[in-house]
C-alpha cells in the first residue's frame, strides 16, 4: 500500500512539474509587425502600378482602383482569406490558368507580398 501511494505521489509530482515548467517549444511566438503586409501600403501601389491600365478601364471585373479594390477582390473569388490556392488572384499572378498582368509577370517580392497578405487574412489594412 505503500509502495503505491509512493508511486502515485511520485507520478503526481512528475506531472506537476511538466506542467509547470512546460516546453520552449510550447511558446507561441509573436508576430513581428514589421513582417505585416498592408493592403494599402504594399498591395494597392502594386495595382495602381501594373493593373489599374485595364481593372477598371478595359475589364470592369475586378474593379483594382483605389478605394474600390478591396471591396472589388475580397468576394471569396479573386481572394480567399488564408487560401492561396483558392484566391483567383494569386493564381493569375503566377500564371494559372494565364498571366496577369499580361504585359508579364511581376517581380518575385511584388508576388511574395500579394502571398503574404492573402495568407495573413486579407486584411483592409
Known sequence: MKRDLAKITGLAVFTLALTLSGCYYDKFEEED??????????IQPIFNAYCTSC??????????????SYSSITNGIYVVPNDIDA?????????????????GSLSASEINSVKSWIEQGALDN
Request: hydrophobic fraction near 30%.
Open 33 to 42: 509587425p514589421s513582417d505585416q503586409v498592408s493592403f494599402t501600403a504594399d
Open 55 to 68: 481593372h477598371p478601364v478595359l475589364v470592369a471585373n475586378p474593379d483594382l482602383s483605389s478605394g474600390n
Open 87 to 103: 484566391s483567383t488572384l494569386y493564381q493569375r499572378l503566377l500564371g494559372n490558368p494565364s498571366i496577369m498582368p499580361p504585359s
